[in-house]
């Protein structure tokens, strides 16, 4: 059965945003990150990439994010 994000149980709370996020239920969330970053598509994930790439693209993605999270917390430090 496929169970869908945005269904009430399967949302979590999340206090940074005083509102609610919603989690992947079909697929991990490395894969998740890596098709949500636009780094691969599921078809390509599929049938053209190997696990270890997804493991390289999982590490950029992560990079990424993290990098971009550490830029916004730095400015908004300097804002205040």
């Given amino acids: 059965k496929v169970r869908y994000p945005f269904y009430h149980e399967h949302v979590k709370e999340s206090s940074k945003y005083n509102g609610v996020t919603a989690r992947a239920q079909n697929i991990t969330?490395?894969?998740?990150?890596?098709?949500?970053?636009?780094?691969?598509?599921?078809?390509?994930?599929?049938?053209?990439?190997?696990?270890?790439?997804?493991?390289?693209?999982?590490?950029?993605?992560?990079v990424s994010a993290y990098n971009e999270w550490a830029v916004n917390w730095y400015h908004s430090k300097q804002q205040n």
Avoid: P, R
Avoid at 31 to 38: E, F, H, W
């Fill in 29 to 62: 969330n490395m894969v998740s990150l890596v098709i949500g970053s636009k780094y691969a598509t599921l078809i390509e994930l599929q049938t053209v990439y190997s696990f270890d790439d997804l493991l390289v693209l999982y590490e950029c993605a992560s």
